[in-house]
């Protein structure tokens, strides 16, 4: 893990930037810290530099967003939020074919180099959110790379099942077949592709999305299309000298518990050789944990009709609903036989 050479580090990030030269979008992206955009002090460390690229296409020029250490373009990126143990990375994933295309060679084409994330510090690694795949007739994906493991699935084009059954089912041999990744959070696989019978194109990725036989049609579609889309999980190392103590977050690890003022959580772990806090703002908060008062209160009231027919009061970290006000209408008078009497008409809104 990369930290600061400097005898005395800059200070920790404060507010909605890291700094006001840092660029935090990139072709509609959001890039929120620790990753960045520009100078060291817009991001981390390396592991969470982003490079902004100019692509070209046709006659105009489109803004992209890389990753620079493992050279992958994002296609999201989201903080830890509670309710998942890391934070995500959407990348660009390459896609892996045989017989696609008028080169005759049975020699597996990759559109992208396999995904690897190793290095030291590095804090990514593949979830088990993404799944092997394989699309076409007669085609076998294994996965390499993973330690002491081989994993793989097999399709075929032989039809045993009903219209319906085929419709409806996942890709689970018949045209496509899946298959899950290890759980051990590994940081390096590669997809291999082969021909088990027949000819035609076939194709093989490791994708986040899920595919059934409703959305795979042909496996020329992936071919063509060049990538898929891969989860990464990531960590916040916590080795950078800027960076050790928390932002005023409580520690779960030892406490286990928090109150309704504090804004901010954080998980310890170790990982890849690194020392990580995985923080997220508390229930009725929202910002960035990683950013010194990042975690503001979530005016829940803002909300429509988040208390029916109640009135909605903002408090710190959530919101109570107070009852509709009670209004009581004036009683009538009546005049009876010269007498001055009232009528109790009196009711409740």
């Known amino acids: 893990m990369n930290g600061s050479s400097a005898a005395t580090p800059p200070p920790p990030p404060n507010g909605k930037n890291s700094s006001t030269s840092c660029n935090r979008t990139c072709g509609g992206i959001s890039i929120p810290f620790p990753f960045g955009i520009g100078g060291k002090d817009c991001y981390l ?134 298959a899950r990744i290890p759980v051990e959070r590994p940081q390096a696989v590669g997809v291999n592709v082969e021909s088990s019978g027949g000819e035609g194109c076939k194709v093989a990725f490791l994708s986040s999305k899920r595919y059934s036989l409703s959305n795979v049609t042909v496996p020329e579609q992936f071919h063509a299309g060049g990538y898929v889309v891969v989860e990464l999980g990531w960590y916040f190392a916590t080795s950078d000298s800027r960076f050790r103590n928390p932002f005023g977050c409580i520690n779960m690890t030892y406490s286990g518990s928090y109150s309704s003022d504090d804004n901010c959580l954080c998980d310890y772990g170790y990982f890849s050789e690194i020392s990580y806090r995985n923080c997220y703002c508390s229930l009725g908060f929202t910002g960035n944990p990683y950013l010194r008062g990042g975690c503001i209160d979530d005016d829940d009231c803002k909300r429509p009709n988040i208390c029916g027919e109640g009135t909605c009061v903002n408090v710190r970290g959530g919101y109570r609903c107070d009852p509709k006000p009670k209004i009581i209408k004036p009683a009538k008078s009546l005049v009876l036989q010269g007498e001055f009497q009232w009528h109790l008409a009196s009711t409740i809104l």
């Not at 692509?55 to 939020?81: A, H, K």
């Open 45 to 178: 460390n390396s592991w969470y530099e982003v490079v902004c690229n100019t692509t070209t296409s046709g006659s105009s020029g489109t803004t992209v967003p890389f990753l620079s250490r493992i050279n992958r373009e994002v296609v999201n990126i989201s903080l830890p939020d509670g309710y998942g143990p890391y934070g995500v990375v959407l990348i660009k994933g390459p896609v892996t074919s045989l017989g696609c295309s008028s080169n005759t060679s049975q020699v597996p084409q990759k559109s992208l180099p396999d995904l690897n994330v190793t290095g030291k510090g590095s804090p990514y690694f593949i979830t088990d959110e993404n799944r092997l795949v394989a699309v076409g007739c007669g085609t076998k994906a294994l996965m390499t790379d993973i330690e002491s493991e081989i994993l793989g699935c097999e399709s075929s084009c032989e039809d045993s099942k009903s219209s319906q059954e085929v419709t409806n089912s996942l890709c689970d041999g018949y045209k496509c077949c899946q």
